[in-house]
């Protein structure tokens, strides 16, 4: 019977047996009303404490409560462009199938978020500088994160070919991770040397801890959505792809 | 899993390339599995199939472009996929598109892949690698004037102009379709520059739905295996 | 090696024969420049201050107009995939694509920018530094547009997409090139931004080559 030695995959294991599509499913059924219980009681937890039940700030009083909502949103940005990357290089090196569907799930989800993070900042920098926008170090990186997000998603829609797509884009968020870094610097070494006088709001001063128990909570009720986001359009992607093998398995026997 | 030849064979006999339960899966779908030969010294193949079959598939994953879904290509008893280098010194690929530059003349392209070989590049021995497939008077033409014949023997010219450095092999040609667009002249002038490079000891593995005459080669049928992909994908990852 | 200087002399070959299609991204970076006093109005000082940012970002669009050009006749006509099967590294083959690349599109502006720089009005203590610059950081954007241009080579409308993709990457190089020119301009010391875009070349020249072969092997199969 033939072997499957076409890929240097180790033996066996749990991510191996993961790859069949069923299994797949079972799993992600099992573990998602866990996750959304998560999300729902982390999000109920950190709104109360972060909109209602945690001090003001000294300057911005209560315009630092978007804080909750904003920067969870942008560590989720990351994390979703961490997970397009780690998702590429799996997909590249061991080809596992699963690989490829997540990450063609998770960069509209990462789009998202960090549009959330954008839109947020944005809200929060009327108040605070008098401006709905500025070129601020952190604004302005994820706003490039943004445009990369849409480039691995067009990436993927660039070729009719799926396999293509998939390999491309995840080179492409293979480079890009590798290149992120880069860009923060830069961006960071520009905004410093053209806005020597402003001191951002947005920059990790120490927090006083009942500022930080809401933000932690509210990180966590993040990533419990991106979770539950990521198996839900991951699902849904399994099942199409299944359909589509199904259809043209009908193509090649109608041929013959 | 090694496979194990008759004790008998002559060195002369044992197979250089071969490829083991070899599968390939294009778009979703298994072209063909299960597919087991080998080939030595001087000998042949004929790919066989209706259009669509996989012949080029085959040809493209025997020359190491597409990975193999699965099952191994041993050349030299060395796994292909692993250690290309020898295999790519000796390996020379004749695909569906021409590879020609249309702005530089014949010769120029011709010279591109000497040097890319390291085999030689003067003007003479580019010459009688094109008189081979009859366009020596044609040299210095650009390639863009070629007709679509004309174009594919200066592609058949290429393992022609680039003969392998290597003492022990003379090589492994594929050729996908070789003789599309030929006249019959043409045709027996490439039939006997194979001929020429099998005496020599090279391996020739060519796909063909047009007539090409190899004496004694095997025939590979690459008709669809037409695998359940479910099943497949069982096997793979059960 | 002999693939590099192989393939180096061949596509220096090919631009002569195509002529003025190498130098078009030339003159698309000279007329882009060109359209900026038209819009923001000719006033000499303003027209200064934006000056080593808008070459700079020319030179990034030219750049990657020109970029098209790098694999996708190769790959249609299927001399890419002979490259790949040569036994010489495809690395060696895509840097030498990608200096053939620098050598007939970028040293061009290099030799351009003189002319920009008077257009658009650059204070003379900034003219040296934007030449050295150019010649120092523009390799880099050949190289780092290569990984680009090998991920979509074969893609319809591979164009756009090529510019959304490349963009983002290059924004290092177009941050400490302009900050040079500009601290120059000041009278500040401008080796540190050299010095940095000098690095960013020199690990582009290193590790895009590979990148962009990894990319066209992952296109051919």
Same mark, same amino acid.
Do not use: H, N
């Given at each position: 019977m033939a072997e499957a030695t076409a890929s240097p995959n180790p033996s066996g294991g749990f991510w191996h047996r993961l790859a069949n599509p069923a299994r797949f499913q079972r799993l992600s059924a099992w573990l998602m009303p866990w996750l959304v219980l998560i999300t729902v009681g982390c999000f109920g937890a950190g709104l109360y404490f972060g909109l209602y039940a945690s001090p003001i700030d000294y300057q911005q009083k209560d315009t630092v409560r978007i804080m909750y909502v904003h920067v969870p949103a942008a560590w989720l940005a990351m994390m979703s462009y961490s997970t397009l990357a780690i998702s590429g290089f799996v997909a590249l090196i061991w080809r596992h199938p699963l690989a490829d569907v997540a990450g063609a799930a998770t960069a509209p989800i990462g789009a998202v978020f960090t549009f959330l993070a954008l839109f947020t900042g944005a809200i929060w920098g009327q108040p605070t500088w008098g401006t709905w926008w500025v070129w601020d170090a952190r604004l302005t990186s994820v706003l490039i994160l943004f445009f990369m997000f849409l480039g691995y998603i067009a990436i993927r829609n660039a070729f009719d070919d799926r396999a293509r797509a998939g390999r491309a884009a995840s080179l492409l968020a293979v480079v890009g991770i590798v290149i992120l870094p880069i860009i923060k610097f830069s961006v960071d070494w520009w905004n410093t040397l053209h806005q020597p006088a402003s001191v951002s709001k947005l920059s990790g001063s120490s927090l006083d801890p009942a500022m930080l128990r809401p933000l932690l909570i509210m990180a966590v009720a993040y990533m419990a959505l991106f979770g539950v986001l990521l198996l839900l359009r991951m699902r849904l992607e399994l099942t199409r792809r299944q359909v589509e093998a199904l259809q043209m398995a009908r193509a090649g026997a109608s041929a013959s | 899993m090694r496979r194990r030849w008759p004790r008998n064979l002559a060195p002369d006999q044992m197979p250089i390339l071969d490829v083991q339960y070899l599968a390939c899966r294009r778009g979703g779908r298994i072209l063909f599995a299960g597919l087991d030969f080998s080939l030595s010294k001087g000998e042949a193949a004929l790919a066989l199939g209706h259009n669509g079959a996989g012949k080029s598939s085959l040809l493209r994953v025997l020359a190491g472009l597409i990975p193999p879904f699965t099952g191994r290509i041993l050349w030299n008893d060395e796994d292909t996929r692993q250690e290309p280098y020898d295999f790519r010194a000796a390996l020379r690929y004749v695909g569906h598109a021409d590879g020609l530059q249309t702005n530089l003349t014949v010769i120029q392209n011709l010279r591109y892949w000497a040097a890319l070989y390291s085999a030689p590049t003067e003007r003479l021995a580019l010459t009688d690698a094109l008189a081979a497939v009859g366009l020596d008077d044609l040299a210095d033409l650009p390639a863009r004037m070629l007709s679509a014949g004309q174009r594919r023997r200066l592609a058949l010219a290429r393992p022609i102009a680039t003969p392998s450095t290597n003492a022990h092999t003379a090589g492994l040609w594929l050729l996908d379709?070789?003789?599309?667009?030929?006249d019959r002249p043409s045709i027996a002038r490439i039939e006997s520059a194979i001929a020429e490079f099998r005496e020599r000891g090279g391996i020739v593995i060519a796909s063909t739905n047009a007539p090409l005459t190899l004496p004694g080669a095997q025939e590979i049928d690459v008709s669809a295996t037409v695998l359940d992909l479910e099943d497949a994908f069982e096997d793979a990852y059960a | 090696m002999t693939a590099f200087w192989a393939t180096l002399a061949r596509d220096l070959l090919i631009a002569r024969r195509e002529g003025g299609e190498s130098l078009l991204a030339v003159i698309f970076f000279v007329l882009g420049a060109m359209l900026f006093p038209l819009g923001v109005g000719p006033e000499g000082s303003l027209l200064a201050l934006m000056a080593a940012g808008v070459i700079w970002v020319m030179a990034l669009l030219a750049t990657l107009l020109a970029l098209d050009r790098l694999f996708q006749a190769d790959w249609r006509d299927g001399t890419l995939e002979l490259m790949a099967l040569a036994p010489d590294s495809l690395t060696l083959v895509v840097a030498a694509k990608c200096l053939a690349h620098w050598l007939v599109t970028g040293l061009p502006m290099v030799i351009a920018a003189p002319i920009m720089a008077l257009l658009l009005n650059l204070?003379?203590?900034?003219w040296p530094a934007l030449l050295a610059t150019l010649l120092i950081g523009s390799p880099a954007l050949s190289f780092i547009g290569a990984i680009c241009a090998a991920l979509i080579?074969?893609? *319809? *409308?591979g164009g756009v997409l090529m510019t959304l993709l490349a963009l983002p990457l290059y924004i290092p190089t177009l941050i400490f090139g302009a900050g040079a020119v500009q601290a120059a301009i000041g009278g500040f010391d401008a080796s540190g931004h050299l010095a940095a875009l000098a690095a960013i070349t020199l690990a582009a020249a290193a590790l895009c080559p590979w990148a962009a072969a990894a990319a066209l092997r992952q296109a051919m199969e």
């Open positions: - | 379709e070789p003789t599309v667009a030929l | 204070p003379p203590e900034g080579v074969g893609a *319809r *409308r």
